[in-house]
């Protein structure tokens, strides 16, 4: 008996960049089939483009450019003045809670 050991799935990354270039060739695409061509060949779902579209919408695309990002805090620091820790975690928190959706916690009604 031949046994393989898989390895550990590892949820794909893509960059600001790649999906703002696939938005646009998305948009660009005229003909019937051709984003479903489009997204066969990159490898992606049709979801992928629902969820850049709304990050689109609301600017959260447009503010991650494609530069070094200690140039880019170095830039900011220089503009704005250092970060205290509190405002660090804070800035930490607020990235999170952006990053995945609250349940809704259902209360026990008193008995």
Avoid: N
């Amino acid at each position: 008996m031949d046994v393989q050991v898989v390895a550990k799935a590892r949820r794909r990354v893509f960059t600001a960049e790649y999906k703002r270039r696939i938005l646009t060739a998305a948009d660009a695409c005229a003909t019937p089939g051709a984003v479903g061509a489009l997204l066969r060949r990159e490898g992606l779902y049709s979801s992928h483009l629902v969820v850049w579209r709304r990050a689109r919408t609301r600017g959260e695309l447009a503010a991650l450019k494609v530069r070094d990002g200690l140039a880019a805090v170095a830039e900011w620091e220089a503009e704005h003045g250092a970060l205290t820790k509190a405002e660090r975690r804070a800035a930490r928190q607020r990235l999170v809670s952006l990053r995945r959706p609250r349940r809704a916690v259902r209360r026990q009604r008193p008995a």
